[in-house]
């Protein structure tokens, strides 16, 4: 069974070997038929190499890791600043775990 994109091929294979026998440079409606195939092939075209044909999985990946990461970030943030509600301001020995809690959640976001 022939594809479209191969029948529209040998279209534009005849329609310029008609034109080079017959008629002058394409100034006429089989020149525009003739460019009309050769715009419409080129924005079909094929992956050429296996990471053209990837190129799409990759950005849904990465789409998809950006979101976790969004996510991941959020949640330490939450996390953090359960700690730093516990921080009442005088400067006791739970204030001061409440802040270093909260610190190194945070500084495991810079980390990763």
Request: include cysteine; charged fraction near 25%.
């Amino acid at each position: 069974m022939t594809t479209l994109r191969e029948a529209a091929q040998q279209a534009l294979e005849a329609l310029e070997e008609i034109a080079d026998e017959v008629f002058s440079p394409y100034d006429n409606k089989l020149g525009d038929a003739i460019l009309a195939l050769r715009a419409a092939l080129a924005q079909q075209e094929e992956p050429q190499t296996l990471n053209d044909a990837m190129q799409q999985p990759r950005s849904m990946a990465q789409a998809y890791e950006n979101g976790y990461n969004a996510g991941v970030a959020h949640e330490r943030e939450a996390c953090a600043q359960v700690c730093e509600a516990r921080f009442v301001g005088d400067l006791t020995r739970e204030d001061m775990e409440a802040r270093r809690c909260a610190a190194a959640i945070r500084a495991r976001g810079v980390q990763s």
